[in-house]
């Protein structure tokens, strides 16, 4: 049940507008450059570490046979977001949308 009072705050801090990765109440089993990539990744956020969440997480490759593997990439990225446990939701999410693509945006 910890996950909706997260949920609610991400979208009350989404209609209000642009949000600081860094300042949101993550709890102390996450990883704040997870989050903050998934907050970048879903366009809730467009802070000044943006670049450098979005760079990490394109960063991530996997390859089989010298080619390109989404399959595997998507499941490496998912395993460096998945450090994000407050919202487990999200992290999926940002995951599906994002986990298969080779350089990013």
């Not at 997870?34 to 802070?47: F, K």
């Not at 919202?87 to 350089?103: C, I, M, Q, S």
Request: charged share 25%.
């Amino acid at each position: 049940m910890k996950k909706l009072p997260f949920a609610a705050l991400l979208g009350a801090l989404f209609l209000s507008g642009a949000v600081n990765a860094t300042e949101l109440p993550y709890g102390h089993d996450s990883d704040p450059d997870a989050c903050g990539a998934v907050l970048c990744l879903l366009g809730m956020t467009r802070d000044g570490n943006c670049d450098k969440y979005i760079k990490n997480y394109f960063g991530i490759k996997r390859y089989k046979h010298g080619h390109f593997s989404p399959s595997r990439t998507k499941a490496a990225r998912g395993d460096a977001v998945a450090q994000c446990k407050d919202d487990e939701g999200l992290t999926k999410k940002a995951n599906d949308l994002w986990g298969t693509v080779p350089d990013g945006f």
